[in-house]
């Protein structure tokens, strides 16, 4: 009886399986409702890194997925913020999906205070070009933007003490053009942020016009379906950084109002030179193996995988999160870090050591 | 300006940017949507083994997920054939969900025809024990199904010829128990499959009542969620083999009212033994080495991971897929196929030469 | 006393240990020598697709590996043939390693018989350039190579029925030259392939000379490190496909001497078009989706990452291994298959269905 | 002309080519040898964590890899610190490979130097059972172990200032028994440390040991083949971790002297509760989410995956390398970490917030 028993548990055991009671097995590897990738990126001097997505649709608008479900598939990939932002004017599902503006978010928030995730309510305001879409986050009540005209929502949301982002500037004429109306905007503070990067693609010149009109840039999913849907792998997902005094809806507004983001898209930064610095120096720990040779060791600290151009090499090298690359490098000399944009085809030029 | 030129090249093609124009850079290898991994499991004689999940939940039930992106989900894992199955009892979500009990299939099933999926119209009776839950895969009209006794609910369903599967019957409470109400379905023929396998946990005793009364076994996800929230790593999705005839809704039907299911789940496979038999046989290709030493390679060709048990080991060693183990075997020696059960905790056991 | 031999069990199983006694416990699933991956590369008709390198280094001459562990090393890699290439002329151990020309082979050869693989007899004949360096492969005995005059070397080779293979063309002075001492020797049919990739780099301009002098193009790795050392991730390392019409050294040896061989690396083939065109066909299955909408989708049999450029796509879109791409491609319709190379930079254009 | 260039360019760069002359193209990203795998374990109060293997073979004994490739090889694989340990007794390629006993640690300790890694002199003194196999560390002369008597040997080793390891005391017979000429040694301080793991198993009841009798714990690789035949996928190789006052050779020694060891193989730990303790409290941050509810997020931040049993779970839950884990967890509760040995299957208890 002994032996029986113990056969019982080698047999169950193996393959994963684990007896609960002699009626269900499980298979607790399987599981993933409870883990939760963790991207690692540094905090900077006296901020904490926040992994964001202010562009978010659910099935109230014309998105896939109900709201509860995009905090926890956020949560899994390892975002601390998301922004609920479904259309103000397309609702394709509306003959079934009956409610107001301001429901997904509710939906969404509720979530989000259950498993520690800040969810910020947003609307896409959606319109035709020149304006094009603007997502209006920190809302108050989302159904008082639901008006004729384009810029009395701007106003609505504005007095609703909104944080104005100009979506994918490039779609959907594989254009970027900062019209006049995005010029007035701005002069009037009405336009805060705009994306450099949504969903697949990213629109580098867009940085040239954060730097000029101090605009924070943005990478966004602008999702619709599941994540796994939209991205081949796991953890591809863009994010805007945003660096913050506290872990809190109050902390990211402050924050975005301030200007500090930088995009983060496909092991690419695109963003201020200083933020982009200040990351590099925190990802990157250097062990000086012989100072007389210039050998050193180079470790990647972060989970964005680094390309750098330095010295004889007519390409670019990479920095693999979590692994060391061994190079001969003066102190002091100059790397080209072609993945790090701090306007369009600008790249960050810097020293390591 | 040539050199310029080409050095805009050199840095936007890095980092696996590519130009669409000057304003919009593509990054199409994180585009997901068209890719589909493709899960290598074997025919067997005479049949087509398609991959299948029979039980599946929309935001028109309980689910977090619109329809047609169940298609889309069970696309991208490699699954051919799919139900939707929302609960008829159950729809937490109907003071905004505003439909009947036939718009979730439609919805899925035009996506299915538009990227070649079979898409399967079911609906979940959803009833306390002893009965509980019974999937009706086939229906004309889901709405019949939403009357009062649990069994007029059957009786309409297998009126329109539907396939009747019990559903997660370790569920709720732990125990699996063959009620009097089963037996007398399936006495009655208005029973025609269990699942041994649900979401994250098995049943394996429900094994040995699918051969006793002649019930075909299934593994399905009960998929809520989406399945990257559900399952840690892609592909760990459970899935129900049919051997059909031919790749079609018909091919599927007329297999499962025969009986040629196997459930498949995180490498373990659970059936009857002539059907493992051959997909082992069919999975495994053998190289001989040295016929005297009776060295061979066994090149698991499909991708399910076996583990096999044989000669003096105490434990069982892994077949990976695609990949080759070198052993000393002689010819038609009994090994133990760990993962593999004809019955509880009963494995398949046969030679591979 | 039950239930703690189980708590036993339920712990030391746990964490992949596994009892062989009391006393000693093991991992069976780290243990790596009985595990070879499989390179999944389709055949061609008429012919069995042998995976090879021809050009290794062993402690005998330059390398840092002892010769049967290099056997070892390429079955785990999933190669069918290598052969031993010790350097005639350049021997750094030999105050240390004492041995002539043919032990490295011996030692080699014995575990090749012992595991299945064909190990082919070959040194490196070691030159200044012009003539640079020469593999004779399928040698008799490599101590009479050991002449003072390189040509009385190559003589010495084909008189013993070697098949002569020049290697890394553009090593080490950057420049591929094909030089008046080459065009005699082919002249003189006394040189029968080229390498148009060694260790890391190309030489993609050889590959012309292999259409215009009928070469056979080879890619081998010229390991002297251990494997793991040279190539960042597992199964980066190049190979020749060798068509062969049986499973052995004499049927490798026809297959050169024939020439039907393409050069494969990191994911690229190299070689003829009608060579490259089968691959393709046989590695690439088609499912037609919707005929009239030309919408199909390709299935990677193969483990080659292939690139396909099409229609609008002004860049390659990736073919995965194992994996399915959903695409709009009329029957018949030309595609670029940008990873596979007939020439320098001229890519194999072929359709797919 | 331009476009022409610029084709090239996009041919060549495509495929992860790139240009380093017309004539050879380099495959950058396929590079293996100046990468390293970092693998994060804490550093705990007040000592550097150093991942050392005290057990290696070469081509001067009985191995298959060149001494300066050991170096490489544990490099890349992110070792700080190896000693070379061939065999006194047994030299099986001595007709070919000639030297002295010293020579395979000069050759290594040459390429340490060169690439910061520390390569401890050392002998393995292979005799019989029931004294067994003992490797003898930071030796001054190996050519003097090199004596009849196996006690002279150990007392020569000592005279050096060696520290003595007992190598796989369940090798080869299966039992682990601790004999009385060690009790002997171990009561003249002539023996230090002990292997609790070796190759591919271990010996649980040698930890028992290691607490009677004070002795260090170690998990060694023994490794003769290449580390990629030996494990069948990149970093299984087991470690030594040592606790040490600086990173140098003097500061591995002080620490193993002062018993500062813990064995880790195959996301294993086995060692003394304070230093598992320790090392499970630097590598979990907790972060609380809900503390009326005791809900709490780990992030497992080191790169051992680690298995926890906590309240009503009969099975342990996984907490994966840089993932996070949900759970409630009242604080001060204890948690079995069953991955984590404090003697023959005694697991780690604590809390962890």
């Known amino acids: 009886m002994i032996s029986a028993m113990i056969l019982i548990a080698g047999f169950t055991l193996r393959g994963n399986a684990q007896n609960r009671n002699a009626d269900v097995y499980e298979y607790p590897e399987i599981v993933g409702e409870f883990y939760r990738h963790y991207l690692t990126v540094p905090d900077i001097e006296g901020y904490e890194t926040l992994k964001c997505d202010f562009h978010v649709h659910t ?25 609920i932002t479904d259309h103000i004017e397309y609702r394709p599902h509306k003959d079934i999906v009956k409610s107001d503006f301001n ?30 879409h603007l997502n209006a986050l920190f809302l108050q009540d989302a159904n008082k933007l639901d008006v004729p005209n384009e810029l009395d929502a701007i106003d609505e949301a504005v007095k609703q003490g909104a944080y104005i982002l100009w979506n994918h500037p490039g779609w959907p004429n594989d254009t970027s053009t900062l019209y006049p109306v995005h010029k007035e905007l701005i002069a009037k503070n ?10 697949w693609e990213s629109y580098p010149k867009v940085m040239d016009w954060c730097n000029e009109y101090r605009l924070a840039p943005f990478a966004n999913t602008d999702i619709h379906s599941t994540s796994a849907n939209m991205y081949r792998e796991k953890f591809q ?38 933020f982009l610095k200040e990351i590099i120096q925190r990802s990157l720990a250097v062990r000086v193996i012989d100072k007389e040779k210039n050998l050193i060791e180079v ?34 000399t100059d790397v080209t870090f072609t993945n790090c944009f701090t306007g369009q085809d600008k790249c960050l030029v810097t020293d390591i050591w």
């Open 59 to 83: 099935v109230f608008s014309d998105g896939k997925v109900w709201p509860d479900q995009r905090v926890n598939e956020a949560w899994n990939e390892g975002l601390d913020v998301i922004a």
């Open 103 to 132: 429901k997904s978010f509710e939906i969404a928030k509720k979530r989000g205070d259950q498993i520690g995730m800040i969810v910020i309510k947003g609307s896409e305001i959606t319109r035709s070009k020149p304006l094009g």
């Open 299 to 332: 470790h990647n600290q972060s989970d964005i995988s680094h390309q750098i151009r330095y010295g004889k090499y007519p390409y670019p090298i990479a920095l693999h999160p979590n692994q060391v690359f061994r190079l001969n490098l003066p102190s002091g």
């Open 237 to 274: 997902r863009p994010m805007t950084l945003v660096f913050a005094k506290e872990r809190s809806e109050e902390g990211v507004k402050e924050a975005l109002f301030a200007g500090r983001t930088v995009a983060c898209f496909h092991h690419h930064l695109m963003g201020k030179e200083t």
């Open 190 to 199: 009405k336009l805060h942020g705009v994306e450099v990067f949504n969903g």
